[in-house]
Structures are given as C-alpha cells and as structure tokens.
C-alpha cells in the first residue's frame, strides 16, 4: 500500500509541533509506528519522506521467446 507524501508529511509535523502523542498518531494517519518511525528517520536524513525509485517491486528478465522476437525486428 502506498502512503502519500502529503500523509507522512502531516505525521511528521504533528509529532514535531506536539500536537499529538505518538500513541494518536498512527491511528490518525492510518500507518504503523514502525513505518512512522522509518519515515521520520529519511526525513532526518534526506529531507524527504521518501524516494522516488521508479516502479516498485523486482525488475522482470525477458523471457527467451521475447528476445527472440526483439531479435527478428532487429534484423528486418
């Protein structure tokens, strides 16, 4: 599940600026303590609450018959 950046963003500022405990505030913002606490720290380090890596999840190889194909447009 992806959370906005606007979401991480609000967590943040409402741990920084006290207005909620952080007991309140994964139940406000709809995510665990843990993601809380892995987005505070990029946000520490990086200034951004997250990375923009392209798309999510594991690169696909081609399959044989795919390079075959690309081979054969290839040399038309």
Not at 20 to 38: A, M
Not at 56 to 71: C, E, K, S, V
Request: proline share 3%.
């Amino acid at each position: 599940r992806k959370i906005s950046r606007d979401v991480k963003y609000a967590a943040i500022n409402l741990y920084e600026h006290n207005m909620l405990s952080l007991e309140q505030i994964p139940d406000c913002v709809g995510f665990s303590e843990s993601t809380f606490w892995r987005v505070r720290k990029l946000w520490q380090e990086t200034d951004v609450v997250q990375h923009n890596y392209g798309a999510a999840g594991r690169p696909q190889a081609l399959h044989f018959d795919d390079i075959n194909y690309l081979i054969r447009l290839v040399n038309q």
